[in-house]
Nanobody, 124 residues
């Protein structure tokens, strides 16, 4: 079965860090652009970060620039979202997504495969 499996969510205090992982089952990420989206209660799903398959260009939404880092480990066939200096407003369910397109964009329609979601709660 082709799917993305996420891990790494949890509860963290403001200012803390978490790393989310996204591993595909049934395919290689080599030719896939990757993205992370999040959805807070009562809000629309928003794009957080993406990385292109072709030149590994990255993009971050303004609210996470300088705090979040998207990356991938080719040998492990896994994508990551490193989140530092977390704030209460980062609380959401985070979704990874993969699309066989050469460029990076925060557009939900570009991505064919989605993870199951990982809850991230930032609270003291």
């Amino acid at each position: 079965q082709v799917q993305l499996v996420e891990s790494g969510g949890g509860l963290v205090e403001p200012g803390g860090s978490l790393t989310l992982s996204c591993a595909p089952s049934g395919f290689s990420l080599d030719y896939y652009s990757m993205a992370w989206f999040r959805q807070a209660p009562g809000k629309e799903r928003e794009g957080v970060a993406c990385a292109s398959a072709s030149d590994h260009t990255t993009y971050y939404t303004d609210s996470v620039k300088g705090r979040f880092t998207i990356s991938r480990d080719v040998l492990k066939n896994t994508a990551f979202l490193q989140m530092n200096s977390l704030k209460s407003e980062d609380t959401a369910v985070y979704y990874c997504a993969a699309g066989r397109v050469p460029f990076c964009a925060i557009d939900r329609g570009m991505y064919k495969y989605w993870g199951q979601g990982a809850q991230v709660t930032v609270s003291s």
